[in-house]
């Protein structure tokens, strides 16, 4: 495990391995474009070093192939950024990208081992020279993602040095004992390098969560998933700010769970944390994106609606309110009833007068025997 991932829940946490595949595809396809022409004209010097030494016919058709397949790799760079894949949609164009770079590879391996056979021991050193400078390069261009630097290394190297091995001759052998150990001290090096990027990568992905995280959490209730009281208030005057500058209505509901004490002394305070997250469930449900909804305390909720008039607002109000009066919450198959009392005010732009002219009025909806919605007004008080 890693030693941020006691910070994120399982839902939260995101699939970090995903994630670190798709940037090191997507940085392959930024580092490597060079290659290609490097490719081409690397085995433009190779026929002409070898032009006196090696079949024309071999040497041509070999270049022939060579330019073929980097002509595949280069057209599949240009759809790569015409397409622009975004987040994971770049993983479907790992499977393309390792074909024609292994297939590249192998041309390259097998045209040398090819020329090998037919040059002297001179011209095979050098032959031998231009696989170890391709392998250096492979491992500057493909270390992002470990696999394609050992396969395009190997594809390169592995049948010259095989043949080397085995053809009996001491320079040759000397030859392919150094380029082993040249292999396994980059593929080394690759897969360290590889590794510490991917740990570089997940570790600013598990930051970057576990920051969201801390964010959302001094911003949301832990209980009901809803605002908590800053955000409620910091939020709301941002909100208040816009509909006065635009002269939209702005409307305030308070709700307050009946009875909540005596629900917690009969059933415990476990059953009334499900009640609060049952009522803050129906007022999600009624929510606008523009809506503003946060628990301020206890069993003390409130809506701030933006572009709600005092009778849209009470309408609203009215629905929760006979929600929560019809819909009981089952407790191990008893069911808990669980009424609100609604407070309404829609006269002004200042989110604390707002909330004390709702909460008188919700005081009234409480005096008046609970389970109602009341709206507040300079003239009267509105019951329903």
């Known amino acids: 495990m890693h030693p941020l991932e006691h910070v994120l ?11 670190v595949q ?4 997507r940085l392959l396809f930024r580092q490597s474009f060079p290659a290609v022409y490097i490719s081409v004209v690397v085995a433009l010097v190779v026929c002409q070093t070898l032009w006196t030494e090696v079949r024309h016919e071999l040497l041509l058709g070999w270049l022939f192939l060579l330019c073929l397949c980097s002509l595949v790799r280069y057209t599949l760079f240009r759809l790569y950024w015409q397409r622009k894949p975004q987040g994971m949609q770049i993983l479907a164009w790992e499977k393309p990208y390792a074909l024609t770079l292994f297939a590249t590879s192998l041309i390259w391996g097998l045209g040398i081992l090819w020329f090998v056979s037919e040059s002297t021991p001179l011209y095979r050193l050098v032959e031998f020279l231009f696989l170890l400078g391709m392998s250096a390069g492979a491992f500057s261009h493909y270390s992002a993602r470990r696999y394609m630097v050992m396969g395009a290394m190997t594809s390169v190297l592995l049948p010259t040095t095989i043949w080397f091995l085995f053809c009996g001759q001491s320079m040759e052998v ?23 990027q991917a740990e570089n990568l997940k570790l600013t992905y598990y930051l970057e969560a576990a920051r969201h995280k801390a964010e959302q959490m001094a911003h949301t209730d832990e209980l009901t998933g809803l605002e908590n009281r800053r955000a409620f208030f910091d939020q709301g005057q941002a909100l208040a700010s816009y509909c006065e500058r635009n002269r939209r209505p702005l409307s305030v509901v308070m ?17 009334g944390d499900a ?18 909804c946060g628990r301020l305390g206890g069993e003390e909720f409130a809506m701030l609606l933006p572009d709600t008039s005092l009778g849209e607002a009470m309408l609203l109000a009215e629905r929760l309110c006979q929600a929560c009066a019809t819909l009981p919450m089952s ?25 004390s002219c709702a909460d008188e009025a919700l005081y009234q909806a409480k005096a008046a025997g609970r389970n109602r919605v009341v709206a507040w007004t300079n003239r009267d008080i509105i019951a329903s």
């Open 275 to 292: 009640v609060l997250r049952h009522l803050a469930g129906h007022m999600k449900a009624r929510r606008r994106k523009s809506d503003i």
């Open 331 to 355: 407790v191990e198959g008893e069911a808990v009833l669980s009424t609100v009392s609604i407070g309404v005010a829609s006269e002004g732009y200042s989110i604390e007068y707002l909330l």
């Open 255 to 271: 709700i307050d769970a009946d009875n909540f004490k005596q629900i917690n002394d009969r059933f415990g305070h476990a059953v």
């Open 9 to 19: 829940s399982d839902d939260a946490a995101p699939d970090f391995a995903l994630r």
């Open 22 to 25: 798709a940037d090191q595809l």
């Open 174 to 196: 000397s030859l392919s004992i150094a380029a082993l150990l040249f292999v396994c001290v980059l593929i080394q090096a690759g897969n360290a390098m590889s590794a510490a």
